[in-house]
């Protein structure tokens, strides 16, 4: 999915599962503009048919802002996109979505709380020290460079892992 135009910055998004995902949940999309809207739309789809989707969009596109619209909706227990997720997975399709957003800086772990807190998200930070922090809830805004350093491991894979669905701004 790309929304292209100038220099681009790029979210990845991932779930470790090997089934495709199909995903039907209507998006709620509220406070976006048209492209936003299309480009959400897009993702959601591309998730559906995909494993890996690399989502692409220029800076100051929003994409924090459609990353807290997709994880609204993966989010909601009683949804598809998250029962299908979790079937895929071959976990509990009521238990939580544990779903890592992934910044390599301190100004976009502030910024990313700001877009979640205004999208009415639930979740912790995993950033040293961080007032924030609440390991215990499945939305975690996680600072690269703190993921890597916990528990001694250097592969950031590895570190994944403990996560159904991972993105990375």
């Known amino acids: 999915v790309n929304m292209s135009c100038g220099a681009t910055t790029s979210v990845f998004i991932h779930y470790l599962c090997s089934l495709p995902v199909r995903v039907s949940d209507p998006i709620k999309i509220k406070n976006l503009f048209p492209d936003q809207a299309s480009a ?43 029962s299908q997720i979790k079937q895929a997975l071959n976990k509990d399709p009521h238990s939580p979505l544990k779903t890592a957003f992934v910044v390599d800086r301190t100004v976009l772990i502030a910024q990313t709380i700001e877009q979640f807190q205004d999208a009415g998200l ?36 590895s570190v994944l892992n403990d996560f159904d669905l991972t993105v990375i701004d």
């Open 40 to 82: 959400l739309s897009d993702l959601h789809s591309a998730i559906g048919a995909h494993q890996h989707v690399l989502f692409s969009a220029p800076t100051g596109a929003g994409k924090t802002v459609m990353a807290a619209h997709l994880l609204e909706s993966a989010s909601d227990p009683s949804g598809t996109f998250h």
């Open 122 to 157: 639930d979740f912790g930070v995993i950033q040293a020290d961080h007032p924030l922090a609440a390991p215990e809830k499945p939305l975690q805004i996680c600072s690269i460079q703190t993921l890597t350093r916990r528990n001694n491991r250097t592969d950031l894979g």
